[in-house]
C-alpha cells in the first residue's frame, strides 16, 4: 500500500520560512518522479513544483520561482520542499503526488499518488 505523508506546514508570518517534507512508503520512490500541489480555499488544486526520479529536473509555477525549492532524498524516500519569503497568498493545503511518468508533471492528472495535505498559513 502506497503511503505519503506530508509534514511541516504550520503558521508563520510573511517573509518566513516553512520546510515541507513527505515521506514516501510502499512504492520504489527513486523510479517514481515527485510533486507538491496546493488549493487554496474556493481555488483549484495548483501546481507548485515538481522534481524527477533523479532530482536533475526541478520545474516550478512562475509564482514560486527564487521563493520555493523542490528537492529529494531517494536514501530516504523523501521529498521536500523549502519555502521562503513565504507570503499571504501561499497560504493553502499543499499536498504530494507521485507519478511513475516523467512528462506531464505539472498537471494533477499525471500522478497516480496522493499525500493528505498539510496546512501552511502565511499571516500579514
Known amino acids: 500500500q502506497v503511503q505519503l505523508v506530508e509534514s511541516g506546514g504550520g503558521l508563520v508570518q510573511a517573509g518566513g520560512s516553512l520546510r515541507l517534507s513527505c515521506a514516501a512508503s510502499?512504492?520504489?520512490?527513486?523510479?517514481?518522479?515527485m510533486g507538491w500541489f496546493r488549493q487554496a480555499p474556493g481555488k483549484e488544486r495548483e501546481f507548485v513544483a515538481a522534481i524527477s526520479w533523479s532530482g536533475g529536473r526541478t520545474y516550478y509555477v512562475d509564482s514560486v520561482k527564487g521563493r520555493f525549492t523542490i528537492s529529494r532524498d531517494n536514501a530516504k524516500n523523501t521529498d521536500y520542499l523549502q519555502m521562503n519569503s513565504l507570503k499571504p497568498e501561499d497560504t493553502a493545503v499543499y499536498y504530494c503526488a507521485a507519478t511513475g511518468s516523467a512528462i506531464g508533471l505539472g498537471y494533477a492528472r499525471s500522478y497516480a499518488y496522493w499525500g493528505q495535505g498539510t496546512q501552511v498559513t502565511v499571516s500579514s
Open positions: 510502499g512504492l520504489t520512490f527513486i523510479k517514481y518522479s
